[in-house]
């Protein structure tokens, strides 16, 4: 199932809605998020309605460095546990909003990934603790990042954290095979990545158990699971696409800030 948050208008005054996508048409929904929704009877037509991003996190966990091969490309080594950080949740936009260009920074890359959303409060799960029982689903990522500020500061907080630098979206994939997701990113049609969730150093259920160890995982939260290899320079006037088999196509304008 594929549940999305969505406008029935362009008005940004008008609060998010909750929907199931279905082909071409969105079921409003309501209930409780991200748990169990229950159908209106109201239905749009998918390309009459604003796309908004799936989840409002309490946090953004991320995890850097979990393809050997990305590794390997920003010349660093392949860490002995996750390494991990967080991106602010003001960082947050959904499908079809624009990734702003800082002036602070020179350099921003895109990172496409595999996020993963909570569904229920998650902590301490032991080494042989199933995961499935408190996701909600899946989506698809940008960790967009200034790498000309995160290589200065030597640290990712800035660097990743810029309003406008997490897209996400479009929906939330609830049936989902994690362990063989393919992942592409094609920037103003032609592909700069191109991995597989085989290749993750730490596999998404290490990755959960892990991090709920450190952290209470709330509903709402998202996994970034790292990017494989093949980053590049975006430039104002791109569109960024980052595509994953059974959720779908994230797309992002990229502009200037403060461009028309």
Sequence with gaps: MKLCR?????????????????????????????????????????????????????KIVCVARNYQKHA???????????????KAPSSVIGPSDAILMP???????HEGELGVVIGRSCSRLGDEDAIEPWLSGFTCLN??????????????????SFDTFCPMGPVIETDFDWRTAQIETWVSGQR???????????????????ISRIMTLLPGDVIATGTPEGISRLASGDVVE?????????????AARGAK
């Design 143 to 160: 960790d967009v990042t200034a790498r000309d500020l995160q290589k200065k500061d030597g640290l990712f907080g800035r660097a990743k």
């Design 6 to 58: 969505f406008r029935s208008s362009e008005s940004t005054g008008e609060p998010a809605r909750y929907g199931i996508v279905e082909a071409d048409r969105v079921h409003e929904a309501r209930g409780e998020w991200p748990g169990s929704l229950e159908r209106t009877g109201q239905t749009w037509p998918l390309d009459a309605v604003q796309l908004l991003a799936p989840v409002a996190p309490s």
């Design 72 to 86: 390997a490309e920003l010349g660093n080594t392949v860490p002995a546990e996750p390494l991990i950080f967080l």
């Design 192 to 210: 700069r990545q191109h991995g597989a969730t085989t290749d993750m150093i730490f596999p998404v259920d290490a990755l959960v158990r892990w």
């Design 103 to 109: 002036p602070d920074s020179s350099r921003v890359d």
């Design 242 to 254: 980052v595509v994953i088999e059974g959720i779908g196509r994230l797309s992002n304008p990229v």
